[in-house]
């Protein structure tokens, strides 16, 4: 006469596939969040009121980690090449190698290659003047940045700040009137 298995056997054997599919799912979902966040995306929160008004203190923002060898003009980037022991900073593309930049610090108005910019995004004229001397030519491997709060940002317009190093990451953010920087 056949024995019956018992009731703990009978339960392992129908649920213990599931639990064991489910633990594997999990896994591979986790692996590839690591991988997406390690690879490709970095997230970090804006300090300071130099990007201001395009970003605030506290916003958050994804940062793309690949395909920004040549920014475009306008263009938000991760430059690591702050003031040293400064974590790495967004600023917006003005000048790429080969540019002259000039800035009219009395009219607040600055010039790439004989001509104004127009700036929709910049808060007020920039009237701030560091150290650099104007005008100049953004060396080759070099992009020229400005913080969008121009009057409190240190950029491209001080020696302290080095833009020598290619900026390696773009933010990406989807931004409406009232909304987080995603």
């Known amino acids: 006469q056949a024995r019956k298995a018992p009731a ?18 999990a896994l591979a979902a986790v692996v590839a969040v ?3 966040f390690t690879c490709l995306l970095r997230t ?3 300090s300071g009121v130099s990007m201001r008004p395009t970003l605030q203190d506290g916003d958050r923002v994804v940062i793309l980690q690949l395909g920004c060898q ?9 430059v690591d090449g702050s003031p040293a022991g400064q974590p790495p900073i967004i600023k917006r ?19 790439r290659n004989g001509a104004p910019l127009e700036e929709p995004y910049v808060r007020e004229p920039t009237h ?8 100049l030519q953004v060396p ?15 950029d491209s317009r001080s020696s302290r700040f080095n833009a020598r190093e290619m900026a ?7 931004r409406t009137p009232g909304s987080k920087v995603w």
């Open 44 to 46: 970090a929160t804006v």
């Open 70 to 78: 040549d920014p475009d003009y306008g263009e938000l980037v991760v």
């Open 168 to 174: 390696a990451d773009t933010p990406k953010k989807s």
């Open 140 to 154: 080759a491997g070099c992009l020229f940045v400005l913080g969008d709060n121009r009057n409190h940002s240190v």
């Open 8 to 25: 703990r056997s009978r339960w392992a054997r129908r649920w213990m596939p599931a639990a064991y599919e489910w633990v594997e799912a």
């Open 93 to 111: 593309v003005v000048g790429r190698a080969g540019d002259i930049i000039d800035i009219d610090f009395a009219a607040g108005v600055v010039w």
């Open 128 to 135: 701030t003047r560091w150290d650099m001397a104007f005008p």
């Open 34 to 36: 690591l991988l997406v």
